[in-house]
Every structure is written in C-alpha cells, then in structure tokens.
C-alpha cells in the first residue's frame, strides 16, 4: 500500500527547516521564577526542526532545567526527579495528537512546582481524558506523523502513553498528573515535586 503525503507533511518529517512552511510546528519552551506564567523568565527557548528533533530538543531543555530535591532516606541520598521517559512521552504526545490546522505553537511551560505541555486542539470526537487514562485507546489526529514516530520508536501506537506517564509517576511520589482541556487546547500537567 502506497501512503501519499501532503507536502507540509514531508516537511514535517523531512524538511531541513519545517518551520519555514509551517511556522507553528515548533515548540515554544519557558521556565518561569513563579509558579504562575509571570515576566520573570528563568529561561525561554524557541525550538524548531524535523518533529524528532523538536521532542529531543524540548526534552533537553525541560532536563536542563530540572532541579532534583536530595531525599536523605537512612545514611542514603536520594533524588527524586521525573524521568526521561516521561518527558519524552508527554512531548511525544503533543506532537503526534495536536491541531496543526491552529496556528500556535506547542507551549511547554516550566514553573517551580510543575510543567505544563500545552498543545493546540481540543481532544478530537469519541476521546475523552477518563477513555486516554483507562489507556489502549489510540486515536491519532494526524495518522502520517503518528505512523512516522512510530516507524522511529518514538511512540507505539497502543494507546499506552498516558497510562504509562500515570504509572510512572506514582511509582516514584509524585502528585497525579491533571489532564485538562481547555478551550481549544489540551493541558498535560507533571508535577515535579
């Protein structure tokens, strides 16, 4: 079978520089001193490229700027901090499942106490927040690009992403992860304390 992509597709996926047809494909990166969305900025980071360069990107720059609060458990320090895995998983996320048709950019907002992902589009038809935390429900938004991520072993195409980052992070202390929609944009919530 023969898939034909759009040419904003195979920019996407293979352009040099994507955000010169596409100029909303990156993602905008910020780290705030509050915990509300403030003027005083830590570090802000345009970041642009092929779809798999903007995750390992955006990903870097959340893990730059994470903290890791020493635990001392017995004569032992412990770091409890959110793994890379989740990361990726949740900017995974909003890459495959946005709008791309909104003219915005994906916002990943760090603050103190949390860090939002916030990706352009309102969860699409039958998808609800309680059918994406039940998990082994996949419904891509945009099949070419969730089939490309797929063929990179960036995601698997099970529906086990969210159930994954839920998991995770209970695993290891940290509060639940709040998914939220809110107007025409869907918030991924990872709190890092």
Do not use: W
């Given at each position: 079978?023969?898939?034909?992509?759009?040419?904003?597709?195979?920019?996407?996926?293979?352009?040099?520089?994507?955000?010169?047809?596409?100029?909303?494909?990156?993602?905008?990166?910020?780290?705030?001193?509050?915990?509300?969305?403030?003027?005083?900025?830590?570090?802000?980071?345009?970041?642009?490229?092929?779809?798999?360069?903007?995750?390992?990107?955006?990903?870097?720059?959340?893990?730059?700027?994470?903290?890791?609060?020493?635990?001392?458990?017995?004569?032992?320090?412990?770091?409890?901090?959110?793994?890379?895995?989740?990361?990726?998983?949740?900017?995974?996320?909003?890459?495959?499942?946005?709008?791309?048709?909104?003219?915005?950019?994906?916002?990943?907002?760090?603050?103190?106490?949390?860090?939002?992902?916030?990706s352009p589009g309102a969860l699409p038809n039958t998808v609800t927040i309680e059918k994406i935390k039940i998990g082994c429900y996949s419904f891509p938004r945009n099949p070419?690009?969730?089939?490309?991520?797929?063929?990179?072993?960036?995601?698997?195409?099970?529906?086990?992403?969210?159930?994954?980052?839920?998991?995770?992070?209970?695993?290891?202390?940290?509060?639940?992860?709040?998914?939220?929609?809110?107007?025409?944009?869907?918030?991924?919530?990872?709190?890092?304390?």
């Amino acid at each position: 079978i023969s898939i034909r992509l759009c040419e904003s597709e195979r920019k996407l996926l293979f352009g040099k520089k994507p955000q010169k047809f596409l100029s909303h494909s990156g993602v905008t990166f910020a780290y705030f001193r509050s915990n509300t969305v403030s003027e005083e900025l830590i570090d802000r980071k345009t970041i642009e490229g092929t779809l798999t360069e903007v995750i390992d990107e955006t990903v870097k720059a959340i893990q730059r700027n994470l903290k890791a609060p020493s635990i001392i458990k017995g004569l032992k320090r412990s770091e409890k901090i959110l793994p890379k895995e989740v990361l990726r998983e949740a900017v995974t996320n909003a890459i495959a499942h946005r709008n791309y048709s909104i003219g915005a950019e994906i916002r990943v907002y760090m603050f103190f106490d949390r860090i939002e992902v916030r990706s352009p589009g309102a969860l699409p038809n039958t998808v609800t927040i309680e059918k994406i935390k039940i998990g082994c429900y996949s419904f891509p938004r945009n099949p070419l690009i969730a089939q490309h991520l797929r063929d990179l072993r960036y995601i698997d195409k099970l529906g086990r992403g969210v159930q994954m980052i839920l998991k995770k992070t209970k695993e290891l202390g940290f509060m639940e992860p709040e998914l939220k929609e809110e107007g025409e944009e869907f918030i991924l919530t990872l709190y890092t304390e």
